[in-house]
């Protein structure tokens, strides 16, 4: 990063420096010797008028190869930011780097050693998607299929009123009994499938096509947790 001017007057105030990185995009400086929250919202006037002038900067400065197509960034520096400036930060879509230096006196000498350290902004995490039970059923074109994987739902949950919880999933729909698992219903567009444990209580999948498949995979179910009941 280079410097190429510092104390700049602007209609809203007075730049304290401006650079321009590697990559030829100019960056607006706000420097702080204290902890200042108003600093992010000073260099965010800077920044404004920097990047709705940015052409002209560039015909201010043509020694310094300023790019005008390159998105204008921030630069804050001060010995310490608050969580509330650093939280404030995460939220916006600029480009900002955050800088925190303390000054070291050299042994032997009176000299300051400036020591920076860059500060991370924490991301933005992403909204959980959110499964629906009804779209995972109405991935199954089938209207009869969609129908029987509707009342095998319903069926298991009465087993054990109160004792069942059902959650559908990114491909399927799981099936729980005391918060354990004991099935899941994984839909395909002609029919289903449920797996499940097996009278040797080996986890398998079985297709179900008919009633009696159903009703077949249903006492596994049932056979596996009173076996577990029993175990404990």
Known sequence: MSYISHQNWLPNGRLDVLLIDSGKSLVV??????EDDAMLMQCLDYYDHVNTGIETYARMHPDYGIDPAQPVRMLLMA???SQALINRCKWLDVNISLFTYSCLELEGSKQLVPVFS?????????????????DRLNYI?????????????KEIKDMWQGRTSVDPLKYAISMKVD?????YLHPRRKNFLISTY?????????PIQSDDDLATVQRLIR?????RSKNG
């Open 179 to 183: 918060g354990r698992v004991v099935a």
């Open 141 to 153: 074109t089938d209207p009869g299929a969609r129908a029987l994987a509707t009342s095998a739902i």
């Open 118 to 134: 860059e500060q991370s902004i924490p991301s933005v995490l992403e909204a959980p998607i959110v499964h629906r039970q009804d």
């Open 79 to 81: 010995p310490s930011f």
């Open 198 to 206: 097996n009278a040797d209580e080996k986890w398998t999948p079985y």
């Open 29 to 34: 400086g706000e420097l702080k010797v204290v």
């Open 223 to 227: 056979d596996h947790v009173e076996r």
